[in-house]
Nanobody
Framework: QVQLVESGGGLVQAGGSLRLSCAAS????????MGWFRQAPGKEREFVAR????????YYADSVKGRFTISRDNAKNTVYLQMNSVKPEDTAVYYC???????????????????WGQGTQVTVSS
């Protein structure tokens, strides 16, 4: 089992910055990668970014590329999402997720992930 707890959400003005954290506990040694997803009201959950624990390779959705940065601290079992130049359309509940193993399911699919956090609300005002 892997437990994930997000924090750092809140209200921010457009153009501002926010950093989300996701603390992982439990069988984190078996995690292959971590991802961030978001879900806005009335919309489906969408992929934001992914990072692998080993090597640290990253992958981003086009909508956040160049503005958001995903990183990890292996010693703390924590993954971060630095959000810069935020826009009102970034408003959503943000979820972190843990992927245990590498499969044929692509990283941008929620189905690739085995464990999810409870989410943290990010609201961007215009």
């Amino acid at each position: 089992q892997v437990q994930l707890v997000e924090s750092g959400g809140g209200l921010v003005q457009a153009g501002g910055s926010l950093r989300l954290s996701c603390a992982a506990s439990g069988r984190t040694f078996s995690s292959y990668a971590m991802g961030w997803f978001r879900q806005a009201p009335g919309k489906e959950r969408e992929f934001v970014a992914r990072i692998r624990w080993t090597g640290g390779s990253t992958y981003y959705a086009d909508s956040v590329k160049g503005r958001f940065t995903i990183s990890r601290d292996n010693a703390k079992n924590t993954v971060y999402l630095q959000m810069n130049s935020v826009k009102p359309e970034d408003t959503a509940v943000y979820y972190c997720a843990a992927r245990i193993s590498r499969t044929l399911v692509p990283s941008y699919s929620a189905d690739a992930y085995d464990y999810w956090g409870q989410g943290t609300q990010v609201t961007v005002s215009s």
